[in-house]
């Protein structure tokens, strides 16, 4: 019995077992009756300590808390009001250095409403090495429902000047973390938007408005998926110091059997040698710590040193790297390590092709009833540019689903390759992207939007489906992308209906969700020639909602809406996951994906390029890039189409007036399509067949 007392003990904090007991008794506090505690009593006090109040609430106020004060009023820094309730026992405050100077040079007023007050005590903390320069100390989490927040009063920032630096250090961050600093009524600000919880800290650059803020009314720090244990103020750094860079080296990017190594850039502007140390925080892309690796190294008087510091031992997956030099926070960022070699396994229900066979029957069961209307504004002549509308299998919200796009076709004789873009998560204000007459000239083009998307959520059509997402999630016959997968096929119906696009020769893109829809379109729809589907949407499920909180908060919560189970959510799921869709693809594909992407992470990208179908397949790396494509996507996987034309059974136009002197036939690209004239059959309207292949008359 005595053993298990003692392990009972040794299993409390530490910091619990040096209290020091201040004060006690039992007085009520209400903001006429307070406490004064007197300077001396905080003599042994340090930085990181902890300022412990045990309360008995009693709660006959509107608005009971605990407050601290000078004995003049004056505030104490980094203490603002604490609201309590019924379940408070206890209020803490960790010291920092402005309060620790406040409590030893005048000590305490204690006040507030609601509470009587029992004791007091200061619990040891860490040591004050590392909150030098913290305004606040403590340990808030940050959930994802956006419930935790902390509050910084102004006298907290009574240091801070222009230049300077906010530093939100945080740990236990999870995919998705944000941090949002508003102002005391809760708005945004301007100049310190929400940034995601890379690192070990966030920094926000002090402007003469935030710096106005601070001084005014203090400032709320609000976020999710963190937690933050400090806030520093850094002052603006001289130039006595090494400076220190991050490069890209390898496009971030191993394959098997090459040897990863992360690259820092030193700059020593100093007269004398400086030594320097570093570390590098290696996790999963799910966060999990795998290793820590730090070093040192000298930079020569006025010298530049690069150290490649080797990160080995790394299977294939994709992993976030936070680099410090001599505490500084240089660059928090994702690599990849073979990411061919990332296994998602494929996760279909027993009827996957059924339903989706079901699905493709119900929409070829809907007459198109395709409907022109030309965009005066838009058309030249080159290419007439239409708005298109079109039915689509039916759903929740009625019998007759209308889709719309636009469209443009080339002006002249003859037939063109033809390309479908698909359109990406819509945000529901942007003006819907259309095409230009002289955009493109060369090729038929759709922009498709699906139902409740983009043409079809302005007015004078009205979204019926609220959260596209949420929609219909309580079983795959309703869930909103069973209608969407089949918009984005009937695209390609409307493509294949129009006399002048090349039927060999339909192509589809898209990026984020308009990727996931050019996946599911050569699932189920074997018409395209090729696809390029850029950061797709919609991958793996499982792990999606492991790595980023959107839109995993979406889904759970609406399964929780219709309780439903968590195996019965990724069921649904599971339908719709371009994981299983991309084990029917089999036309070539080239992809793209970014790196630093926390929306559509990459781990979800790879997870459908890798359980392709397809015998041809490439993909390309964005290193820096978030959830965007570069400015260089467009005419590369432009490039990928046209090196995939397929003429055999193609119609396309030569000149039958060629003046050769042999008589061979060319096309107007150049190229001999036959080698005498008797070789053409002539079909009505100026079809030629040549060798078998059809072309049309110029």
Same mark, same amino acid.
Request: negative net charge; hydrophobic residues 35%; proline residues 5%.
């Given at each position: 019995?005595?053993?298990?007392?003692?392990?009972?003990?040794?299993? !409390?904090?530490?910091?619990?077992?040096?209290?020091?007991?201040?004060?006690?008794?039992?007085?009520?506090?209400?903001?006429?009756?307070?406490?004064?505690?007197?300077?001396?009593?905080?003599?042994?006090?340090?930085?990181?300590?902890?300022?412990?109040?045990?309360?008995?609430?009693?709660?006959?106020?509107?608005?009971?808390?605990?407050?601290? +004060?000078?004995?003049?009023?004056?505030?104490?820094?980094?203490?603002?009001?604490?609201?309590?309730?019924?379940?408070?026992?206890?209020?803490?405050?960790?010291?920092?250095?402005?309060?620790?100077?406040?409590? +030893?040079?005048?000590?305490?007023?204690?006040?507030?409403?609601?509470?009587?007050?029992?004791?007091?005590?200061?619990?040891?903390?860490?040591?004050? =090495?590392?909150?030098?320069?913290?305004?606040?100390?403590?340990?808030?989490?940050?959930?994802?429902?956006?419930?935790?927040?902390?509050?910084?009063?102004?006298?907290?920032?009574?240091? %801070?000047?222009?230049?300077?630096?906010?530093?939100?250090?945080?740990?236990?961050?999870?995919?998705?973390?944000?941090?949002?600093?508003?102002? %005391?009524?809760?708005? /945004?600000?301007?100049?310190?938007?929400?940034?995601?919880?890379?690192?070990?800290?966030?920094?926000?650059?002090?402007?003469?408005?935030?710096?106005?803020?601070?001084?005014?009314?203090?400032?709320?720090?609000?976020?999710?998926?963190?937690?933050?244990?400090?806030?520093?103020?850094?002052?603006?750094?001289?130039?006595?110091?090494? *400076?220190?860079?991050?490069?890209?080296?390898?496009?971030?990017?191993?394959?098997?059997?090459?040897?990863?190594?992360?690259?820092?850039?030193?700059?020593?502007?100093?007269?004398?040698?400086? =030594?320097?140390?570093?570390?590098?925080?290696?996790?999963?892309?799910?966060?999990?710590?795998?290793?820590?690796?730090?070093?040192?190294?000298?930079?020569?008087?006025?010298?530049?040193?690069?150290?490649?510091?080797?990160?080995?031992?790394?299977?294939?997956?994709?992993?976030?790297?936070?680099?410090?030099?001599?505490?500084?926070?240089?660059?928090?960022?994702?690599?990849? !390590?073979?990411?061919?070699?990332?296994?998602?396994?494929?996760?279909?229900?027993?009827?996957?092709?059924?339903?989706? &066979?079901?699905?493709?029957?119900?929409? =070829?069961?809907?007459?198109?009833?395709? &409907?022109?209307?030309?965009?005066?504004?838009?058309?030249?002549?080159?290419?007439?540019?239409?708005?298109?509308?079109?039915?689509?299998?039916?759903?929740?919200?009625?019998? /007759?689903?209308?889709?719309?796009?636009?469209?443009?076709?080339?002006?002249?004789?003859?037939?063109?390759?033809?390309?479908?873009?698909?359109?990406?998560?819509?945000?529901?204000?942007?003006?819907?992207?259309?095409?230009?007459?002289?955009?493109?000239?060369?090729?038929?083009?759709?922009?498709?939007?699906?139902?409740?998307?983009?043409?079809?959520?302005?007015?004078?059509? *009205?979204?019926?489906?609220? /959260?596209?997402?949420?929609?219909?999630?309580?079983?795959?016959?309703?869930?909103?992308?069973?209608?969407?997968?089949?918009?984005?096929?009937?695209?390609?119906?409307?493509?294949?209906?129009?006399?002048?696009?090349?039927?060999?020769?339909?192509?589809?893109?898209?990026?984020?969700?308009?990727?996931?829809?050019?996946?599911?379109?050569? %699932?189920?729809?074997?018409?395209?020639?090729?696809?390029?589907?850029?950061?797709?949407?919609?991958?793996?499920?499982?792990?999606?909602?492991?790595?980023?909180?959107?839109?995993?908060?979406?889904?759970?919560?609406?399964?929780?809406?219709?309780?439903?189970?968590?195996?019965?959510?990724?069921?649904?799921?599971?339908?719709?996951? *371009?994981?299983?869709?991309?084990?029917?693809?089999?036309?070539?594909?080239?992809?793209?994906?970014?790196?630093?992407?926390?929306?559509?992470?990459?781990?979800?990208?790879?997870?459908?390029?890798?359980?392709?179908?397809?015998?041809?397949?490439?993909?390309?790396?964005?290193?820096?890039?978030?959830?965007?494509?570069?400015?260089?996507?467009?005419?590369?996987?432009?490039?990928?189409?046209?090196?995939?034309?397929?003429?055999?059974? %193609?119609?396309?136009?030569?000149?039958?007036?060629?003046?050769?002197?042999?008589?061979?036939?060319?096309?107007? &690209?150049? &190229?001999?399509?036959?080698?005498?004239?008797?070789?053409?059959?002539?079909?009505?309207?100026?079809?030629?067949?040549?060798?078998?292949?059809?072309?049309?008359?110029?």
């Amino acid at each position: 019995m005595k053993k298990l007392l003692l392990l009972c003990l040794l299993a !409390i904090s530490p910091y619990l077992l040096q209290a020091q007991v201040i004060w006690s008794g039992e007085k009520d506090i209400d903001w006429s009756s307070t406490l004064g505690i007197d300077a001396t009593k905080f003599a042994n006090a340090d930085i990181a300590d902890r300022l412990v109040f045990n309360i008995r609430y009693v709660g006959n106020n509107d608005w009971p808390q605990v407050s601290l +004060t000078t004995p003049s009023w004056s505030g104490v820094p980094g203490a603002g009001n604490t609201l309590i309730n019924a379940s408070t026992t206890q209020v803490v405050y960790a010291i920092t250095s402005d309060m620790l100077t406040t409590l +030893t040079e005048q000590g305490l007023l204690v006040t507030g409403c609601g509470y009587t007050l029992l004791s007091i005590e200061i619990e040891k903390g860490p040591g004050a =090495s590392g909150y030098e320069n913290a305004i606040w100390i403590g340990e808030v989490v940050l959930p994802s429902d956006w419930s935790g927040s902390v509050s910084i009063p102004a006298l907290s920032f009574k240091n %801070a000047s222009l230049g300077d630096k906010m530093r939100i250090h945080v740990k236990d961050v999870k995919p998705g973390s944000l941090i949002l600093p508003k102002n %005391a009524s809760w708005g /945004d600000i301007a100049d310190a938007p929400g940034k995601t919880a890379e690192g070990v800290y966030v920094d926000y650059d002090i402007t003469e408005t935030l710096l106005q803020l601070m001084k005014t009314d203090g400032l709320i720090i609000q976020g999710v998926n963190a937690t933050i244990t400090s806030i520093d103020i850094i002052k603006a750094q001289t130039g006595d110091r090494v *400076t220190a860079t991050v490069p890209v080296t390898h496009n971030w990017t191993w394959l098997t059997g090459e040897e990863p190594s992360i690259r820092i850039s030193l700059k020593n502007p100093t007269a004398e040698a400086k =030594s320097v140390s570093y570390k590098l925080l290696v996790t999963t892309d799910k966060l999990e710590n795998v290793k820590n690796i730090s070093g040192s190294t000298t930079v020569e008087a006025g010298g530049t040193k690069t150290e490649d510091v080797p990160v080995s031992g790394l299977s294939s997956g994709f992993y976030h790297i936070t680099v410090t030099v001599d505490g500084e926070m240089i660059r928090a960022f994702n690599i990849g !390590i073979d990411p061919e070699g990332v296994v998602s396994a494929p996760d279909m229900q027993p009827d996957f092709a059924a339903f989706w &066979q079901q699905a493709l029957t119900d929409l =070829s069961a809907v007459e198109p009833r395709y &409907q022109l209307t030309k965009i005066d504004s838009k058309s030249t002549d080159k290419r007439t540019v239409y708005l298109v509308e079109m039915k689509s299998v039916a759903d929740g919200t009625g019998s /007759d689903i209308t889709i719309r796009g636009y469209y443009a076709e080339p002006t002249g004789n003859g037939t063109y390759p033809a390309i479908i873009h698909y359109q990406g998560y819509d945000s529901g204000t942007a003006d819907p992207w259309c095409m230009g007459g002289n955009d493109n000239p060369g090729w038929c083009e759709l922009i498709l939007s699906t139902r409740g998307q983009v043409i079809n959520n302005r007015p004078p059509y *009205t979204n019926a489906y609220g /959260d596209w997402f949420a929609y219909g999630m309580d079983h795959q016959d309703h869930f909103y992308y069973r209608g969407a997968y089949m918009d984005v096929v009937r695209a390609i119906d409307f493509m294949a209906s129009r006399e002048k696009v090349q039927q060999q020769n339909i192509f589809a893109e898209g990026a984020s969700q308009g990727g996931a829809f050019t996946l599911a379109a050569a %699932a189920l729809d074997k018409r395209l020639n090729s696809i390029a589907p850029g950061i797709p949407f919609m991958g793996d499920f499982p792990d999606y909602f492991e790595l980023a909180s959107w839109p995993g908060n979406v889904a759970k919560n609406q399964k929780n809406k219709l309780g439903m189970s968590e195996a019965e959510m990724y069921r649904v799921l599971s339908y719709f996951d *371009t994981k299983n869709l991309a084990t029917m693809i089999t036309c070539p594909v080239i992809m793209n994906f970014s790196l630093q992407d926390n929306v559509c992470p990459p781990h979800t990208n790879v997870a459908p390029y890798n359980n392709l179908a397809s015998t041809e397949k490439e993909y390309s790396v964005n290193a820096t890039l978030g959830h965007e494509t570069s400015g260089s996507w467009w005419n590369t996987y432009f490039q990928f189409f046209r090196d995939h034309f397929k003429t055999a059974d %193609a119609i396309s136009e030569i000149n039958t007036q060629s003046d050769i002197s042999n008589g061979a036939i060319y096309n107007l &690209q150049g &190229q001999r399509v036959a080698e005498t004239r008797e070789s053409l059959s002539i079909l009505p309207q100026g079809v030629y067949i040549v060798n078998g292949n059809k072309v049309m008359k110029k």
